[in-house]
């Protein structure tokens, strides 16, 4: 198998074991946990639509973005469309880039691509319910138009590989990190703080 691959059945399984066995009992985590199922499934199961050949997963996520996005863009329709296209054009751009001069991805292409998706996404979107649901919007309507481009162009009409998939998996793994990291540092400060007010009493 190749290495987007062993990216992206690595992250969405610990990611499964996490949801499942760490996640308060909810019907989100429910949900959270056969919607990963599903889309490992439907990883390597391809549809034929529109000359596209389309994953299962992708198709999964796609539905998936759509009902989180009606519950999250509630104002400012145009400055959150605008921050996510501008996640999808970083995404076209690298792989543009990746092909026409390649010299310059200095490191594995999934965690350099990775790496730029989380940190527009840390700069673009403030609560992290936004973060996940506008980067999952971006990075799928970003592999919608890159594969338009490249099939025009090499004619290559896969939607949602296994490559997709790792950047995706890999920027949604950063973002986790990231809001643990937030919450724990808020914590370290409200227990720093207590400990002044307690001393200065």
């Not at 596209?52 to 996520?61: E, Q």
């Not at 609560?127 to 162009?153: A, D, H, P, Y």
């Amino acid at each position: 198998m190749e290495t987007a691959g062993l990216y992206f059945y690595f992250l969405g399984w610990i990611g499964w074991i996490i949801i499942t066995f760490f996640f308060p009992k909810s019907s989100i985590r429910t949900l959270l946990s056969i919607l990963l199922l599903m889309v490992m499934a439907g990883s390597t199961t391809y549809l034929n639509i529109f000359e596209f050949s389309v994953s299962v997963a992708f198709i999964i996520l796609i539905f998936t973005a759509v009902i989180l996005l009606t519950k999250t863009m509630k104002q400012k329709y145009f400055l959150h469309y605008f921050s996510i296209c501008t996640l999808s054009l970083a995404y076209v751009c690298f792989v543009i880039f990746e092909i026409y001069d390649p010299v310059w991805i200095i490191i594995d292409r999934t965690w350099m691509l990775a790496f730029i998706l989380l940190y527009l996404s840390l700069l673009l979107f403030k609560t992290k319910w936004e973060r996940f649901v506008f980067m999952l919007t971006g990075v799928l309507q970003g592999e919608i138009l890159n594969s338009i481009v490249l099939k025009s162009i090499f004619s290559y009409s896969v939607i949602g590989s296994f490559d997709f998939l790792a950047v995706l998996f890999l920027t949604s793994a950063g973002l986790g990190t990231w809001m643990i990291f937030e919450t724990v540092t808020v914590y370290l400060d409200s227990v720093i703080q207590k400990r002044v007010r307690e001393r200065q009493g």
